[in-house]
């Protein structure tokens, strides 16, 4: 069961581990609006799906990502937002 009341920053922490295995530095503190995003291969984004997923026991099909995500910088920030709705 997911938990709906979880607070942003705890978001963006899970995020940064999730993201930090897949980049080739890890991400600051101060980095929560750098984009990734050319840093990933396709497969990886799949596995950060996936562990997103785990970690947060919620489900997020291809097209609410895709809509979120496509063409738009891949950042904590974002990812956490996206996460935090996904909750709610």
Excluded: C, G
């Excluded at 963006?12 to 530095?25: D, F, G, P, W």
């Excluded at 750098?34 to 026991?57: G, H, W």
């Excluded at 609410?64 to 496509?70: A, G, R, Y």
């Excluded at 904590?76 to 996206?82: D, L, P």
């Amino acid at each position: 069961m997911p938990e709906v009341n979880m607070e942003l920053n705890e978001i963006q922490k899970r995020v940064v581990e999730i993201l930090n295995n897949h980049i080739t530095h890890d991400i600051e503190d101060n980095q929560y609006d750098k984009n990734v995003a050319d840093e990933l291969d396709s497969l990886d984004v799949v596995e950060i799906i996936m562990a997103l997923e785990d970690e947060f026991s919620l489900e997020i099909p291809d097209e609410d990502w895709e809509e979120s995500f496509q063409d738009k910088p891949l950042t904590v920030n974002a990812v956490a937002e996206f996460i935090k709705n996904k909750l709610s």
